[in-house]
């Protein structure tokens, strides 16, 4: 008989907003998942522990104590908020998110992991079309420079153009010299 999963519906701004920028990379704290899956940040860091070797270094890190003091004085958080930040938080990355499921092994935390990764996906996609957007504004702006300098280009032939009529017309009205037929005199 097929198991009935409950599904946990978690807002995707609530989500965006636990996430951090960390050593240039994209991270949720050990106290939101915990918050998230609805188990005590012990518990969850207990379990990281009993299974460490599935969580390299590029899965999960522990903030130093100057990373750890530099993001405390940085966010913007009540006495409340603060209160359990004792100790570093575990930093997880995608990876380390998706791994969390097989660690944890309970059904909230397989659906609040969909969700997460959806919303890192999701913001992949829009850095991507961000990146896209970039790289064709980069291309035209590269053709209105190649166009200004084509136009420029226009600009000296016809300058050129004028200059080589103006000598002719200056040519042919100069005063002339020597003999002189009837067709010289009009």
Known sequence: MKK???????HTEILKNKIYLIRNT??????????LYNVETKRLKEAVRRN?????????????KDEFLNWRTQIASSNSEMMGLRYAPFCFTEQGIAMISSVLNNSRAIQVNIQIIRVFTKMRE??????EIL?????????????????????????QLEKTKQEE?????????????????P
């Open 4 to 10: 009935s999963i409950k599904s946990v519906a978690i």
């Open 26 to 35: 994209k991270v949720m704290l050990d106290r939101d998942l915990a918050e």
């Open 52 to 64: 460490i070797e599935r969580f390299p270094e590029d899965f999960m890190f522990e903030m130093t």
């Open 126 to 131: 829009l850095l991507l079309s961000h990146k």
């Open 135 to 159: 790289k064709k504004l980069k291309q035209i702006e590269n053709k209105d420079i190649e166009q200004d300098e084509k136009i420029i280009l226009i600009f000296k032939y016809i300058e």
């Open 169 to 185: 017309l200056k040519y042919r009205n100069r005063r002339k010299l020597g003999f002189k037929t009837s067709e010289d005199n």
